[in-house]
């Protein structure tokens, strides 16, 4: 599994990744051991979701904010951009931003970017690599702009708390089921 994603002096990311043999001995293997493909450049701020085998990391930010996408294999410890494959409305540059798995969809929420904090709901399909906003398809008020808010997914609902707004206020609320307000949106029940 993986451990870490450290960005390394400016251009290099490191993913450590703790293998366990069925004797339970473990090692380390970092950037040079094993791991191939194209990965993504040095980085803060972007958080990984999993789903099945995989890792997803979407924008973050280095000396600008990002909105790139990548896949990471933990099977093959191949990483793969995704960003010139996927089509739809791409989510604009951000980092501090809410990421979870749907069935089968990447959920991003709020976020950073630059001077602009965000309160946008996008999915991503990853069996037709297709983006899509979603925010206008919500019912109700929106949670207000922010960025490095908690973000999870439970038992059919995303819950999004705190976080910063754009003034750097700290923010004390608490939001939850913003799928279920969705236009549409039926929720998994298994």
């Avoid at 002096?9 to 051991?33: C, E, F, H, Y």
């Amino acid at each position: 599994f993986i451990s870490a994603l450290r960005p390394m002096k400016k251009t290099l990311v490191i993913v450590m990744v703790l293998l366990a043999d069925a004797a339970k001995q473990r090692s380390w293997l970092g950037p040079n051991n094993m791991i191939s493909g194209t990965s993504p450049s040095a980085r803060g701020f972007s958080p990984f979701v999993t789903l099945g085998d995989n890792l997803y990391l979407f924008g973050g930010y280095n000396a600008a904010d990002l909105n790139d996408i990548y896949k990471f294999d933990a099977n093959n410890l191949t990483w793969t951009s995704l960003t010139n494959f996927v089509r739809g409305i791409t989510p604009p540059v951000r980092d501090s931003h809410g990421f979870g798995v749907y069935n089968g969809k990447l959920i991003l929420f709020g976020g950073y970017g630059g001077t602009n904090g965000h309160n946008d709901l996008y999915t991503l399909d990853l069996a037709s690599l297709t983006w899509a906003d979603v925010t206008n398809a919500v019912q109700g008020d929106p949670p207000p702009s922010r960025y490095g808010a908690g973000f999870a997914y439970c038992k059919g609902h995303f819950f999004v708390t705190g976080g910063y707004d754009l003034s750097g206020q700290t923010l004390d609320d608490y939001w939850h089921d913003l799928l279920e307000r969705i236009v549409g949106y039926a929720p998994r029940t298994s």
